[in-house]
C-alpha cells in the first residue's frame, strides 16, 4: 500500500501527511509539530539517507549540530543492514556516545535507535523510489526507552527511473 501511494506521486518531496504515512506504514513511531506531543522526551539523534551512485542506498546516524550551517558526524553504512551493523551505528557514533553518557541513557534506548534504523533500512529496500530520506530529529522517550520522529522529510523519484532491486532473496 505504502510503495503504490509512493509510485503514484510525482517526483520531488512528500508532504508532511505523505511522509508520516510513509513512516507509520512501516512501524516507525512519529509525532510531528503540529501533533500535540504527549511525552517529554528530547532530540538526540538526526538520521540520513542518500542514495550513492556506486553503493546504492547508505543510511546514516548522528546526533544533530547546534549551528545549522555544520553539518552532523554521521555513521553510515549500505542498505540492507544487519542488526549487527545497526548496534555498531548506534555505539560507534562519538556524539552519541556523549549523549548517552550524559543524560545516563540505557541500552533500551540504544535498542530503540538500532530498531529504527532496521526498520528504516527495510523501508529503503522495498520502496526504492525514495532517494533522500532526512530524519532531522529523532527524539528518545526517557520513561518508555523508545524513540519517535519529530522532524522528517522524503524525497522521490518515479518509477520508470528506479534501479532493478539490488538483491535478490
Not at 548522528?62 to 555498531?88: K, M, N, W
Request: net charge negative; hydrophobic share 40%.
Amino acid at each position: 500500500r505504502c510503495r503504490a501511494a509512493v509510485q503514484a506521486r510525482p517526483d520531488g518531496w512528500l508532504d508532511t501527511a505523505e511522509t508520516q504515512g510513509v513512516l507509520r506504514a512501516f512501524g516507525i513511531s512519529t509525532a510531528f509539530q503540529d501533533e500535540e506531543l504527549t511525552a517529554q522526551g528530547f532530540a538526540l539523534a538526526s538520521i540520513r539517507v542518500i542514495e550513492d551512485p556506486v553503493f546504492g542506498p547508505l543510511i546514516g546516524i548522528g546526533v544533530p549540530s547546534p549551528d545549522p550551517t555544520i553539518a552532523p558526524e554521521l555513521s553510515y553504512r549500505v542498505t540492507p543492514l544487519t542488526d549487527q551493523a545497526a548496534a555498531e551505528m548506534v555505539s560507534e557514533n562519538a556524539g552519541l556516545r556523549l549523549i548517552f553518557s550524559r543524560w545516563h541513557l540505557t541500552q533500551n534506548h540504544a535498542d530503540s535507535l538500532r530498531e529504527l534504523l532496521l526498520r528504516l533500512s527495510r523501508l529503503i529496500e522495498e520502496v526504492p523510489e525514495i532517494r533522500d530520506m532526512e530524519l532531522s530529529s529523532v527524539e528518545l522517550l526517557p520513561r518508555k526507552g523508545g524513540c519517535r520522529v519529530v522532524r522528517a522529510r522524503i524525497r522521490v523519484e518515479g518509477a520508470s527511473r528506479v534501479q532493478p532491486p539490488r538483491y535478490s532473496v
